[in-house]
């Protein structure tokens, strides 16, 4: 058994996965990507939003780096 095939493996038991047949497997997974793309796309939304609304003006405002500069209203 080479290295993916063992992962592969390790995840259905792990899961619970290896009882269940191909098309609820496949489903499953599904589920599991969806999931995944959706707490990936909204928690780079919310760092870019963080990013722009906080360290952005933080980092570099008015040709001033660091504590001395002063974030204009």
Avoid: Q
């Avoid at 499953?28 to 959706?38: A, G, P």
């Avoid at 928690?43 to 906080?54: V, W």
């Avoid at 570099?60 to 209203?73: C, D, I, Q, Y």
């Amino acid at each position: 058994m080479n290295y993916i095939s063992r992962k592969i493996h390790l995840y259905n038991v792990t899961m619970g996965l290896y009882m269940l047949d191909w098309w609820e497997r496949c489903l499953f997974n599904m589920l599991i990507m969806v999931l995944l793309w959706f707490v990936c796309y909204n928690g780079s939304k919310s760092t870019m939003e963080f990013y722009n609304n906080h360290l952005k003006s933080a980092i570099f405002v008015g040709g001033n780096f660091g504590a001395g500069a002063t974030v204009p209203s």
